[in-house]
């Protein structure tokens, strides 16, 4: 695809976990012929390059090895501080490494609120959020992926879902379904 027939630069893909995020985002950085840059590389390299007295929600799950028996907002939290912590970094990477660069991207990620995309008045970067209003089926999504149940998970990630989509509609952010799978990238595509 031509640059003329992108009209922008960075698209920030966000959702909950097990919505389909990264089968989204691959195919939508092929048709494009852009990279795909996945914020959790970053959760991790922070994780390695800080301490839990430093960065303590992005050690978190390190720090509480049982958090799954914990109740699901404390999850939930977690997951928007952490989101909240990466803000000052992703919107470097996005400014000084991409726009300013004229370097386009697909950054796409747990972590990426809707705040976080609301901050951008370039109309060069835009935003969509996959939704799975069904927490049954991110049950099932995570057995397929990873072959075990993981009913806390998908109890987390529902409920982080269902902030996401509140925050989406509070910053004006467009929240698109997950399902039908076999059309959401071309959903997105017509959008975008």
Known sequence: MSESERNWDVLLIGGASGTGKTSVSLPLARHYGIDLVRVDDFQ????????????????????????????????????IDVGRMLIPGLTAVVKEGHLEDNVPMILEGDFILPEFAASFEDSRVKSVFIHEPDREQ???????????????????????????????????????EARPWDNVTERIIKYL
């Open 44 to 79: 991790v390299l922070l994780d390695v390059m800080t301490t839990p007295e430093t960065h303590p929600a992005i050690h978190y799950w390190r720090t509480h090895p049982n958090w799954w028996e914990e109740p699901v907002e404390n999850t939930v939290g977690q997951l």
């Open 138 to 176: 991110i049950l099932q999504n995570f057995l397929s992926r990873e072959g075990e149940l993981q009913q806390h998970r998908a109890d987390v990630s529902y409920a982080y879902g269902s902030w996401l989509a509140e925050q989406c509609l509070k910053h004006s952010i467009l929240m698109v």
